[in-house]
């Protein structure tokens, strides 16, 4: 148990910042002025991870592309952003709720509920994981600031034995999780303002990482067009306002022809915007856009071949 106490203890993460000594005497302007100072330091951490992040993307591509999946795992802070971008993609992007997915410890009780005491448990990891059956054409990404939680160190273990592809997303260098992952993205944001509260740089950076991720992955895939959200769901008044401002830019419509054309599509974006690219109907523009498997860019370029 003292060794896992003195790994702890000596992550860059955990280390006192002397940049926020004396937090508690300072007002609460001096107070948000020494966070903020600290939180401009997360983009420049990311940015130093770009091409480790892009080669999650791509891999993340080709596993969805070829029906796969992207697994995110992790606890508390970690698992619960996992859990939000996962949750983010399909009235995003249109995918199947299948197709990103992520696995916390504690279950979804942990989403709004303390349940750190899970992390701690290697077999958990294991078995949850092994309930959502990895296999080589999936993507699985760890997710933890120390790069050594119990829980999500098993469930990557037991993914790489059944052919995932493994991705660590960590803030320490020398990473138990680093050295499992068949790619490592190392985030180094230093000591936190309240040591060791890894829900402060640590989690900013992961969050700007698994929008980089899911992000990066959808645009591959062609499931925006240009960078317009072109497969938003229209399920309430201001998302519906935002597909018709898509097609209205992506199309160079009036608003008339954009809602005509949206109730056409039975409200689907991509569908309308095929449409009025192309000329084809409903049943074509959707044909033809399951044809190549959603991506709206070839979508329209081979719509107008025909």
């Known amino acids: 148990m003292s060794s896992r106490k003195d790994k702890l203890r000596d992550l860059r993460t955990e280390q006192q910042n002397s940049a926020s000594a ?24 990311v940015e130093r991870a770009l091409p480790q992040i892009a080669q999650a993307i791509d891999a993340i591509a080709n596993a969805i592309r070829s029906g796969g999946r992207l697994i995110y795992v992790g606890a508390g802070t970690s698992g619960r952003l996992a859990a939000l ?31 750190e005491y899970s992390e701690d448990s290697g077999f958990s ?3 949850d994981i092994a309930k959502r059956k990895p296999s080589k054409k999936d993507v699985v990404v760890g997710v933890a600031a120390s790069g050594r939680t119990p829980y999500t160190l098993g469930a990557l273990e037991h993914a790489r034995k059944k052919g995932a592809k ?9 990473s138990q999780m680093g ?5 490592e993205i190392v985030i180094d944001v230093g000591p936190e303002a309240v040591s060791g509260s890894t829900r402060m740089k640590a989690g900013s950076a992961q969050k700007m990482a698994l ?34 401002n898509v ?15 949206l109730g056409a599509a039975k409200n689907q974006v991509a569908i309308a915007l095929v449409m009025l690219k192309t000329g084809l109907d409903r049943a074509q523009a959707a044909k033809r856009l399951k044809s190549v498997k959603g991506n709206v860019r070839e979508a329209i370029a081979q719509g107008h071949l025909k």
């Open 22 to 45: 004396g937090l508690d005497t300072l007002s609460a302007l001096e107070i948000a002025r020494v966070i903020n100072q600290e939180d401009h330091k997360v983009a420049a951490a």
């Open 85 to 115: 971008d996962a949750a983010e993609c399909p009235p995003t992007f249109n995918t199947n709720p299948k197709t990103v997915q992520y696995v916390i410890a504690g279950g979804n009780k942990a989403l709004g509920h303390a349940a």
């Open 125 to 127: 990891g294991r078995k």
């Open 166 to 174: 493994t991705v660590a997303v960590v803030c320490n260098r020398g």
């Open 179 to 183: 050295a499992l992952a068949d790619i």
């Open 211 to 244: 929008n980089l991720l899911t992000t990066g992955t959808m645009a591959r895939l062609g499931y925006i067009y240009g960078n317009l959200m072109v497969n938003v769901h229209t399920r309430n008044h201001k998302l519906m306002e935002r597909g018709l």
């Open 247 to 261: 097609l209205e830019k992506a199309a160079g419509v009036d608003r008339q022809i954009a809602s005509k054309t």
